[in-house]
């Protein structure tokens, strides 16, 4: 196992694997995503409260679980180039940011079009959503030091160290809603004893995050690849693959 890491942190082979998986990623992301808007759309009934508007929770949701767990892919990567120093972590912090970031604004921008016919307002102070919005601005900041930083291995250490720090945040936006009295509503998916969201809506909710983590791996790698690509410039494998085309 350990050799196939140390294989697998390798800048060329992991371009010309990433190069592999893109387009299985890609395809299963299309499917899953049309399969859980066809069913998020038209096959699930109005909720007996929300009626039809709740059918935004399908892109809401799975964006917000997106916008934590990219946080921690980020993070654990970050600490790994932090500790061990390895680059191919490190580029998959830094082009893991910039999606993470646009996973925080559509939940934050689809909480608000949501929250508006259910609360009344497009936003409150409330701990759920104050602390979405401190995570987006984590993740500005990882990408501010990426880009401010001319050397790349110092700029990894730099938003690394920052990424962790900001990882406190993370159960700060999950038990919200337990520790706190808010107006968003508590856990439907991840109970312990039961969901207590109806089959018909679950279904296409987990396919809608299946469809999300599939784009995110992705356009992790496309990004990834793009950035090896720069990085690796003057190496011998990146020359021969520039002269083979």
């Not at 830094?94 to 559509?106: D, K, V």
Request: glycine share 6%; hydrophobic share 55%.
């Amino acid at each position: 196992m350990w050799a196939f890491l140390h294989k697998f942190s390798s800048p060329k082979y992991f371009y010309f694997l990433s190069g592999r998986l893109i387009p299985w990623f890609a395809w299963s992301c299309l499917a899953v995503m049309l399969v859980g808007l066809y069913y998020g759309l038209f096959e699930a009934p109005p909720d007996y409260q929300q009626g039809e508007s709740y059918r935004i929770m399908f892109v809401h949701v799975p964006a917000a679980w997106m916008s934590m767990f990219i946080y921690m892919v980020m993070a654990v990567a970050g600490g790994i180039g932090l500790i061990w120093h390895i680059k191919l972590a490190e580029i998959m912090a830094a082009s893991s940011a910039p999606i993470g970031a646009s996973f925080t604004f559509l939940a934050l921008v689809t909480g608000a079009l949501w929250g508006k016919p259910m609360w009344g307002t497009w936003w409150v102070w409330d701990a759920r959503l104050t602390a979405e919005l401190i995570l987006l601005f984590l993740y500005l900041g990882v990408i501010a030091l990426n880009s401010a930083i001319e050397d790349k291995r110092t700029a990894a250490r730099a938003s690394g160290v920052l990424a962790l720090v900001g990882v406190v945040n993370i159960p700060i936006i999950h038990y919200s809603v337990e520790w706190w009295n808010t107006l968003h509503q508590g856990a439907s998916v991840t109970k312990l004893d039961a969901p207590s969201i109806h089959i018909s809506m679950l279904i296409p909710l987990l396919l809608m995050a299946v469809a999300f983590k599939l784009y995110y791996a992705t356009v992790v790698l496309m990004r990834a690849r793009c950035e090896v690509l720069d990085r690796e410039r003057n190496s011998s494998w990146v020359q021969d693959l520039i002269s083979a085309k």
